[in-house]
């Protein structure tokens, strides 16, 4: 009998939208409890400013995640030290858990190289905007990993949107043929840019595909926290420690809801109504762990303004600091993508130069 497997209708949920218990809460303890409220205080924080350095000119572009806290924070809180995170371009709140800092994620939206940095002890990969291409990288670390004879999980992030992609079929396929310690976990926040999720696929859910692949499948609701953590350690442990009749792989679909922009180059309001927002809205992750950590006894008026002026004054910092970096010259967009830089890509930097010099930086800002 399986662990996970859930009926299409079947959402894993732990705790309601006003917080209230309705499911097994997960074993976590006090500490974790608030760190997984104040990390996702922090994502959001930091999700609102990024948004206004943007709009200030002070960044190039960003991709928004408020709405998306309980889905990374609650699922990232499963992994263990030694597993790996692959995320897609909308994970930094995740990301910050794992130890890829704020700066870091700042610098890399300014078009920074140094933003690629990623510390080695985070086991994160790096960004990946193609969509998909994380997938296959994701299996094949997986299984490399097996075969080494370790004990790691690989999760991999991505959206719905991502599983029309054959890189997505072609990812779930391997790892289930190949058995590999993998958790696909898809963040259908409802919209690839302006598709909706029903454009997307004729299927019931996303979670329904793992049956195609032989592996299992699950729903969870993708804006409570709890939920997430506890189907995500059960997918990492079932990664590691299969029972006698399983496969390693899980495709995890975790429903929520992009509160803004897909990215800050975006108009949402062309292509959804401000009531579907709303109603969204009303199922916010920070809010619902608050209550139910409010109700435990675990936070109250006191520690929740201490963890707002901690996560002000973190995110400021991070902005600082990040503005504090000398802008990139232009010119490095040709660079750090080959070792050797082939003849083509040097005769476009080469013009570029010479374009520069002839017209100046004005000629190429203009409207
Ligand atoms: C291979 C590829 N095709 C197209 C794009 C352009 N693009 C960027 S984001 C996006 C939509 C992705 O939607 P989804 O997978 O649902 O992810 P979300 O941003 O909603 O998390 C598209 C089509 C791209 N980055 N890569
Ligand atoms: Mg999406």
């Known amino acids: 009998m399986s662990t996970l497997q859930h009926d299409p209708d079947d959402r894993v949920q732990v705790l309601d939208e006003d917080g209230e218990v309705v499911g097994d809460v997960p074993d976590l303890s006090e500490d974790d409890l608030v760190g997984m409220y104040r990390h996702m205080r922090l994502a959001r924080h930091f999700d609102q400013r990024a948004v206004s350095l943007q709009r200030q000119g002070r960044m190039g572009t960003y991709p928004p995640l408020s709405g998306q806290e309980g889905a990374q924070i609650g699922s990232v809180y499963a992994l263990e030290e030694d597993d790996?995170?692959?995320?897609?371009?909308?994970?930094?709140?995740?990301?910050?858990?794992?130890?890829?800092g704020l700066k870091q994620t700042l610098l890399?939206?300014?078009?920074?190289?140094?933003?690629?940095?990623?510390p080695a002890e985070a086991n994160v990969f790096p960004v990946a905007v193609p969509i998909a291409t994380q997938i296959p990288h994701a299996t094949g670390a997986a299984w490399a990993s097996r075969l080494q004879g370790e004990a790691k999980a690989f999760i991999c992030y991505f959206g719905d949107g991502a599983t029309s992609e054959g890189d997505f079929h072609e990812g779930l396929n391997f790892a289930g043929v190949f058995d590999a310690p993998a958790v696909f976990f898809c963040n259908n926040n409802q919209w690839a840019i302006s598709v909706p999720r029903e454009r997307?696929?004729?299927?019931?859910?996303?979670?329904?595909?793992?049956?195609?692949?032989?592996?299992?499948?699950v729903q969870v609701d993708g804006m409570d926290p709890l939920a997430v953590y506890k189907v995500t350690k059960q997918a990492v442990e079932k990664a590691k420690n299969p029972g006698e009749d399983e496969l390693r792989p899980t495709l995890i679909e975790a429903v929520q809801y992009r509160f803004g922009a897909h990215t800050t180059a975006d108009d949402p309001t062309v292509y959804r109504d401000d009531d579907e927002v709303e109603r969204w809205k009303a199922k916010d992750p920070i809010p619902r762990?608050?209550?139910?950590?409010?109700?435990e006894g675990i936070l109250d008026d006191e520690r929740v303004d201490e963890i707002t002026e901690e996560v002000e004054g973190a995110v400021a910092d991070a902005i600082k600091e990040a503005e504090a970096v000398t802008r990139p010259e232009p010119e490095e967009i040709f660079a750090h993508v080959?070792?050797?830089?082939?003849?083509?890509v040097r005769e476009q930097r080469d013009a570029f130069e010479a374009l520069r010099e002839k017209y100046g930086d004005e000629a190429f800002l203009r409207e």
Request: glycine content about 16%; proline content about 3%.
């Open 338 to 344: 080959f070792a050797d830089m082939p003849e083509h």
């Open 289 to 295: 762990l608050e209550a139910y950590l409010r109700g």
């Open 108 to 118: 890399y939206w300014m078009g920074h190289e140094e933003g690629n940095k990623i």
């Open 84 to 100: 790996w995170m692959f995320p897609s371009y909308r994970e930094h709140g995740g990301a910050l858990v794992r130890g890829v």
């Open 200 to 217: 997307q696929t004729a299927s019931e859910t996303i979670a329904q595909k793992a049956g195609a692949y032989g592996i299992e499948g």
